[in-house]
């Protein structure tokens, strides 16, 4: 006996275990009794509805031909085979169950839809898709109005919002889905604040083990991000847009993690019945690879019930197949099998989760279009009376269970015919061959070739997609350009003639900034809506194209178009605009990057990053107003080596945005002037309740070009050399600031510090800073500056500081030099904390640096957290720096120091 499915109430959202039934709905039960007088609901009369019939010319189930014996061949006999449908005003049948007509169809009905469409596609799902589901009475299901409607209500049932401004971080929910994903599914989670957590993928899909599998992010997961997920999102069959498949045996693997990490699997299939088994030998033949011994068609019900058809038998199941606890929602629709339009679909699930869905669904869309259900319905099942007649006319003949499948098969050989065609000629045009143009045409010509691969590719084992992975290591131009510049390039050079073809980007699947930053290498193509002959064509179209980009020697007229190249910014800007909760703000940023250069402001962190990315600290001179919500990157046009840091709280533009620090300087010590100058600008431009960031770019562009600071590209580059030339005996306001700088620290230049990231941990402030160092009476006047100079810093509870320098000094009378290790710390009143800050800096082996990690108590005693919060912010500084040597273990991370060392 199996067991019944687990209680999932736990993971109800508080609105779901509130939710009760419609009272009204609650009659509807009663309103098909025979010669019961309905006094009760508020139907309308179905004499007046204005549709007499609904009439249709519908395909037969035979139209397509299905695969067989390792090939399709197309169907010349049923190509235009059709037959005529008509939905009657009413039915002559009693049986609710059995009445498909305009007056039954067009009227109210319960949120389980029109009785012989919810009749059939329970049977359907029960009996035939999915017949060896493990759980005791088996699943229910509920007509929904399509997969994207069933993940909506799905979500609802499960989630509950999360508000940043409002609730604790512990509180927020998660989900977990492939690392490149179908879009809309995370565009319906983002507006509830869930966490979306991407795990790695392969050519089959989600990983359930390695670095960046399932069973990594679970079992490491960090809990100050949220709560661990407690669902999935997932595309087994045909995933979108990478075209893989899901195996029983990986499907068992992370049934068993969501098992043991209780988390509920949604399951969306649109394409279950388009899964190719030729894929696999093909692209073997294509490439020379072993090809297995051919296996015989696995039937995956041989060990329970069948299905009843051996083409459904001969499918990857669902999870359902695996599901002992009830913990799979499964999403299916007929967009892909009747039309997108119809907007039809069904969610099966463990009767306990159908019934809070049809609560929702009551309060919601209700019963999806009658128009479509009578449509397909009839389609289907055909004219039902309470008694099997054997007398109906042709005419009147339907699909029944046999034709639906049939049909299905049908749709499945004519989607594989155009995979094959589409991967055959990506196959044949992946390599370009290029020979030395400084060879006269002739057979030496041949004797000097190239031979480079421009794109892989896996051929898709089901869906409509083909994922390409880009090879712009081999284009002659990856030198001079940006890989990511390259590939829009090329998006760009293949919308146009001749090739006139558009792919979709990678970054249109991307659910996070990791996925977004190494998305341009990857393109997703369709081979499903082109006609069938077409296909060839187009496809060698598009390899011409490849071979011609390959050949280009610079990006002329690729890059002038705006409009084209904004399909490649406009997914990743309006990821990170939106996370950024101010709408003023990020139409700002917006305005200036399309006045300016794309990336004049860019997005370093948001509240909405993580728990420890939140910057509250306000590192400039300015008064704080409230906690930091933004940092963003602003670089100075016309001024490529100068860029600042800015800071902006929840309040802007009530409230004004402050200057942090310098991201980059053209020469060391100009720092300092430059925020200065910057605060300057601020403080004369801005007013309370109005944007400023474009007054204070124009009148920085000025200022610095005045103040020849940050590598002008309009200064004159004899100026600097006139400057020493000139014999003048005045001094400069820097002379002056040079001669205190000297006098009172010993110091020729101000400290080059690099800051880490800021982190808020529990309400306690962290930001690490480092700089290079040659001897300790530096490093020591580097720490007075530091605390002389920035009043925030030394009002802090603690600034915990250690250093690592080789110092030479002379060791005899004849003036020979020995190297002296200078290594200490200071715990500034953090018992402990410096001797870890310093052993931190031994295992990293670095040298001539001085690092100081200040902190401000939040009020929240954060215990032996303390003391890895204090070494990361430290570590991160010297990363960022560029002190860690690239040999060293704790230096895989390459830094970038700011500024010259």
Not at 78 to 86: E, N
Not at 332 to 356: H, Y
Not at 583 to 612: G, M
Not at 724 to 731: F, R, V
Request: aromatic share 8%; glycine share 8%.
């Amino acid at each position: 006996m199996a067991p019944p499915p687990l209680d999932l109430s736990h993971h109800y959202a508080s609105t779901t275990k509130r939710r009760e039934g419609s009272g009204i709905k609650d009659l509807y039960k009663y309103f098909f009794i025979p010669g019961i007088a309905n006094l009760a609901g508020g139907l309308p009369n179905p004499s007046y509805f204005p549709y007499d019939t609904l009439e249709a010319t519908v395909a037969t189930p035979q139209r397509f031909q299905p695969f067989s014996n390792g090939t399709t061949e197309k169907s010349q006999d049923d190509a235009k085979s059709s037959m005529r449908l008509i939905v009657p005003k009413e039915s002559h049948a009693t049986d609710v169950q059995n009445r498909i007509d305009v007056a039954t169809a067009l009227q109210y009905v319960t949120a389980e839809g029109l009785p012989p469409m919810a009749s059939f596609v329970r049977q359907f799902a029960r009996h035939h898709l999915h017949p060896n589901v493990p759980y005791a009475g088996g699943p229910e299901t509920i007509l929904t109005t399509g997969a994207t409607d069933g993940f909506s209500k799905s979500i609802e049932v499960f989630t509950n919002v999360w508000n940043p401004e409002r609730d604790r971080t512990s509180q927020r929910e998660g989900i977990l889905c492939e690392e490149f994903v179908y879009m809309n599914a995370v565009a319906t989670v983002k507006p509830r604040g869930l966490n979306v957590v991407p795990v790695v993928i392969d050519a089959q899909g989600m990983l359930a083990r390695g670095k960046g599998g399932l069973a990594d992010i679970l079992k490491n997961w960090d809990f100050r991000r949220g709560r661990r997920p407690h669902l999935m999102y997932t595309i087994t069959i045909g995933q979108n847009p990478t075209g893989g498949t899901l195996s029983v045996e990986r499907k068992k693997e992370i049934y068993a993690l969501c098992h043991l990490y209780d988390i509920i699997i949604i399951e969306d299939e649109p394409y279950w019945n388009l899964q190719y088994p030729s894929a696999v030998a093909l692209e073997a033949q294509h490439r020379g690879m072993p090809i297995e011994t051919a296996s015989v068609k696995r039937n995956y019900n041989a060990h329970g019930k069948p299905s009843g058809y051996e083409f459904l038998d001969s499918l990857v199941p669902s999870y359902l197949s695996l599901d002992t606890d009830g913990r799979v929602v499964r999403l299916d629709t007929f967009s892909k099998t009747i039309a997108p339009g119809c907007r039809l679909g069904w969610v099966t699930a463990q009767p306990a989760v159908i019934e809070r869905l049809a609560r929702v669904t009551e309060t919601a869309t209700q019963a999806p279009s009658g128009f479509v259900q009578a449509l397909v319905a009839k389609l289907i099942l055909g004219q039902q009376t309470d008694k099997k007649s054997t007398n109906s006319s042709k005419s009147d003949r339907s699909w029944q269970m046999d034709g639906w499948v049939r049909w299905l098969e049908g749709l499945r050989g004519g989607y594989e015919r155009r995979m094959q065609d589409m991967c055959s000629t990506l196959e044949e045009g992946r390599y370009f061959i290029a020979t030395d143009a400084a060879l006269e045409s002739s057979e030496e010509s041949w004797e000097v070739v190239d031979k480079v691969q421009m794109y892989d590719f896996s051929w898709p084992t089901g869906g409509m997609f083909v994922w390409i992975k880009l090879r712009l290591d081999t284009h002659p131009l990856h030198g001079r350009y940006d890989p990511a510049r390259l590939s829009k390039a090329l998006w760009v050079h293949l919308t146009q003639k001749p090739y006139l073809c558009l792919l979709g980007p990678g970054e249109l699947f991307a659910p996070s900034q990791e996925t977004l930053d190494r998305s341009w290498q990857y393109y997703r193509l369709c081979f499903a809506a082109m006609p069938e002959a077409d296909v060839k064509g187009i496809t060698a179209r598009l390899v011409d194209g490849f071979r011609a980009f390959w050949k280009r020697t610079d990006l002329d007229g690729l890059e002038g178009d705006e409009s084209t190249l904004h399909h490649t910014q406009c997914p990743k800007m309006s990821a990170q605009l939106e996370s950024l909760g101010n709408n003023e703000l990020a139409e700002e940023i917006e305005a200036i990057n399309a006045i300016y250069e794309p990336d004049t402001v860019t997005i370093n962190s948001t509240a909405a990053s993580s728990s420890t990315a939140n910057s509250t600290l306000d590192l400039g001179n300015s008064s704080s107003t409230g906690p930091l919500v933004a940092t963003v990157k602003l670089q100075i046009p016309e001024h490529p080596h100068l860029s600042f840091i800015l800071g902006f709280d929840a309040s802007y533009p009530d409230t004004a945005p402050k200057v942090l620090g310098t991201a980059s300087t053209a020469s060391r010590g100009e720092g300092k002037v430059a925020v200065d100058v910057l605060e300057d600008i601020l403080g004369r431009t801005y007013q309370p309740g109005a944007v400023c960031l474009f007054d204070v770019i124009n009148e920085a562009v000025e200022a610095f070009r005045e103040l020849n600071l940050g590598g002008s590209n309009n200064s004159n580059a004899n100026d600097k050399e006139q400057e020493e030339e000139t014999d003048t005996p005045d001094l400069k306001v820097e002379d002056i600031a040079s001669l205190s700088l000297k006098e009172s620290f010993g110091l020729d230049n101000p400290p080059d510090w690099i800051l880490s990231d800021v982190v808020t941990e529990k309400k306690s402030v962290f930001v690490g800073r480092a700089a290079h160092v040659t001897s300790l009476e530096q490093a020591q006047a580097y720490l007075d500056y530091l605390l002389a100079t920035e009043k925030k810093v030394a009002a802090a509870t603690h600034n915990i500081s250690a250093w690592r320098i080789r110092q030479q000094k002379p060791s005899s009378a004849k003036g020979e030099s020995a190297e002296m290790i200078v290594q200490d710390c200071d715990d500034d009143g953090e018992t402990a904390a410096g001797g870890r800050l310093l052993h931190l800096m031994q295992l990293m082996d670095v040298w001539d640096v001085v690092v100081v990690v200040t902190r401000w108590y939040g009020g929240v005693l954060l215990g032996p957290d303390r003391f890895r919060i204090i070494n990361a912010v430290g570590r991160d500084a010297l990363m960022k720096g560029g002190f860690v040597k690239e040999s060293t273990p704790a230096g895989n991370e390459k830094g970038k120091k700011k500024g010259k060392k």
